[in-house]
């Protein structure tokens, strides 16, 4: 009896193993058909499970939190025997483009049942701001479809916004569909650059700036009023052209030309420019305005003598590189000197280091037409000698130097000097 036990119980399980297989193989409650899902989806919800886990949130908790939202609706009981519904959809994400602030944009997806029972739809968490706003049919019919309409307006402007939301359906093969929307909020008006530098301005040199004041939005706006707040500021505008705004990918624009003239406050200056538009106040354009005044010194660029220099006007920062403390370094700065007609010269050099030495000497370019207009060309000679010890001014604390002078304008000028020698 034993040897027919054993032989009845191995064909009981062959019979369960034949019949397990050929479930998972043939019938769709066991087995459910794999659906691709958009590179865009798979995205943001790998985002979404990142920012949970960032914000302490267990897989559990953070769809317990998702799923609180009264807009949720009760999630269908699967199918679980033949017939069966079957949704089919078409595209998962659509591309919103460009958008306002605050302007709302809707777009429908299209599920289909091509099955042989009835489709049953809910609407299921969104992970964003966006909402599904309508579905059309919770209940479609085989053969029939459902529009699934998803909006969403933006609060505030995004380079880049990729949002999901899910809806919940009975079909065991497909019991969740992630519909993405995608696209770019931006501003009404846009500013570039973001500041407007007018360069240097000297005694004889005024200082220019341009700028553009855009949307990619609005076909047409208009410059009502442009308002500096300093009197040394003029602006002039014009629309751009057709082919600057389609060069630009933008839909209107205008192009501004800011003067900043002579008489504004010795080194750098900073103002405000308050340009009024069509649009309504809220949407006011606040543009800064920027200039270095050189006074009546104008530094020209560096000339290195031994070693290496590069000057910063904006800075009065003279950067002497690296050298063997052995050789030392000596850099020329050329300048003009204005409003005097007396020769220019040092007075007194004051020094954070007692072994750089500045001294001044007249340029040899210096020229008569220069002189009639009452300028003068000078050499500040900048000079580390020879033999001076190792140190370190080009990551820490760059060298202070005061030269005090004879002009009756400027009677002191600050150098700040950043070198290191081995």
Not at 110 to 121: C, D, F, H, S, T
Not at 258 to 269: A, D, M, Q, S
Not at 318 to 345: C, D, I, S, W
Request: with cysteine.
């Amino acid at each position: 009896m034993r040897p027919l036990g054993v032989m009845f119980g191995i064909v009981v399980a062959t019979s369960v193993l034949a019949t397990t297989v050929w479930l998972a193989r043939y019938t769709p409650w066991v087995q459910q058909r794999p659906v691709a899902e958009e590179p865009l989806i798979i995205r943001l919800r790998e985002m979404k499970e990142g920012s949970d886990r960032q914000a302490g949130l267990k897989s559990e908790t953070a769809a317990a939190a998702r799923n609180s939202d009264p807009a949720i609706e009760t999630r269908p009981a699967m199918a679980d025997k033949p017939p069966f519904p079957k949704a089919v959809i078409g595209d998962r994400v659509f591309e919103f483009g460009r958008m306002g602030i605050n302007e709302e944009k809707k777009h429908a997806f299209r599920v289909e049942n091509k099955g042989q029972a009835p489709l049953v739809i809910a609407k299921g968490p969104t992970e964003c701001k966006c909402t599904i706003s309508n579905v059309s049919n919770h209940e479609v019919a085989p053969g029939g479809f459902a529009d699934v309409e998803i909006d969403w307006t933006p609060r505030e402007p995004d380079p880049v916004f990729e949002k999901t939301a899910i809806i919940w359906t009975n079909d065991p093969a497909l019991p969740e569909i992630h519909f993405g929307v995608s696209g770019k909020v931006v501003p009404p008006l846009g500013v570039s650059p973001r500041a407007w530098n007018a360069g240097n301005v000297t005694e004889d040199q005024e200082g220019n700036a341009v700028g553009t004041v855009t949307s990619e939005i609005i076909r047409d706006f208009k410059i009502v009023s442009v308002e500096p707040l300093d009197p040394n500021i003029k602006v002039k505008y014009r629309p751009m052209s057709s082919r600057d705004l389609a060069r630009a990918k933008i839909r209107a624009g205008y192009e501004f030309t800011v003067t900043v003239g002579k008489n504004i406050r010795l080194g750098r200056f900073r103002s405000r420019l308050k340009i009024l538009t069509s649009l309504p106040e809220k949407n006011a354009v606040d543009v800064e305005v920027t200039a270095l005044r050189s006074g009546p010194i104008r530094f020209l660029p560096a000339v290195p003598i031994v070693g290496t220099a590069y000057w910063n006007a904006e800075k009065l920062l003279l950067n002497m590189g690296r050298f063997q403390h052995e050789t030392g370094t000596k850099t020329a700065l050329p300048a003009l000197v204005y409003a005097m007609k007396n020769k220019f010269q040092v007075l007194g050099v004051k020094s954070s280091d007692s072994f750089v030495k500045v001294s001044v000497e007249p340029n040899p370019e210096n020229g008569k037409q220069e002189q009639e207009r009452g300028q003068q060309r000078v050499r500040f000679i900048f000079e580390v000698p020879p033999g001076s010890p190792p140190v370190n001014y080009l990551t820490g604390k760059p060298v202070r130097v005061t030269v005090n002078t004879n002009h009756p304008i400027l009677r002191d000028i600050d150098f700040d000097l950043s070198f290191v020698s081995r």
